[in-house]
């Protein structure tokens, strides 16, 4: 049975920090990943989907990298803004690319002006 | 492209009657939809999966006579909240996708509070 541990659950940094998210899964078998921001009482966005065969992705200051092997996933966040505050959560399909998909509990983080 | 829209945003409800959330896929099709539910503090939980022109697949635990699911088209699935009781009272979210390469899309979600 696939899960999805998110550490830490909060986290609270200085305006302009670096910091990581850390995401793992316990069965290696997955077909991508997928990192999400969500927005209190708001749905998800989406930030990043990392393919089973690929290492890592960015997109503007995120970058999220993937070892299947470890079963591990980073969420790497530069020159951290007071509008990245949020609950950022990791995800990945079980039963199928297409099919369900199991989430971690989120780390809510603050940046603080 | 791969819009997902859902309605309401939130909705409040006297316990005992029925609630319908409406989930669409705006500039695809999608023959697969999945609805999930979320605690406070928790993680989004599946709770069904809406397959168009057939009935949805439950997952253990959800009662399938209370959260009835129609997918009656390949841009429109909707979940109905029937005889809502306060532990009802959670954030619905739907997902849709137009295929494995596309990442996952999610609707706006809804806040459901039965008083």
């Known amino acids: 049975k696939q899960e999805v541990t998110q550490i830490p659950a909060a986290l609270s940094v200085p305006e302009g920090e670096n910091l990581v998210l850390n995401c793992s899964f316990t069965?290696?078998?997955?077909?991508?990943l997928q990192w999400f921001r969500q927005d209190p009482g708001k749905g998800l966005t989406s930030l990043l989907l990392?393919?089973?065969?690929?290492r890592e992705q960015t997109s503007g200051r995120l970058n999220a990298s993937l070892d299947k092997s470890s079963g591990r996933s980073t969420l790497y966040i530069a020159a951290s803004q007071p509008g990245d505050s949020a609950t950022y959560l990791c995800?990945?399909?079980?039963?199928?690319?297409?099919?369900?998909?199991?989430f971690g509990k989120g780390t809510k983080l603050s940046v603080k002006p | 492209g791969a819009v997902v829209s859902q309605h309401p945003s939130w909705v409040i409800c006297k316990s005992g009657t029925s609630v319908k959330i409406e989930c669409r896929s705006l500039?695809?099709?999608?023959?697969?939809m999945f609805w999930y539910r979320q605690f406070p503090k928790q993680s989004l939980m599946l709770m069904a999966t809406?397959?168009?022109?057939?009935?949805?697949?439950?997952e253990q635990g959800v009662e399938k006579d209370k959260f009835l699911i129609n997918h009656a088209s390949l841009t429109l699935s909707t979940l109905t909240v029937t005889s809502a009781h306060p532990e009802d009272s959670s954030f619905y979210i739907c997902?849709?996708?137009?295929?494995?390469?596309?990442?996952?899309?999610f609707g706006s979600g809804t806040r459901l509070t039965v008083v």
């Open positions: 809406s397959n168009e022109g057939s009935k949805a697949t439950y």
């Open positions: 990392i393919q089973s065969s690929q």
């Open positions: 995800a990945v399909p079980y039963g199928g690319s297409q099919g369900n998909l199991i």
């Open positions: 500039d695809f099709q999608a023959t697969t």
């Open positions: 997902r849709a996708t137009p295929g494995a390469n596309y990442g996952y899309t």
């Open positions: 069965d290696s078998a997955i077909y991508n």
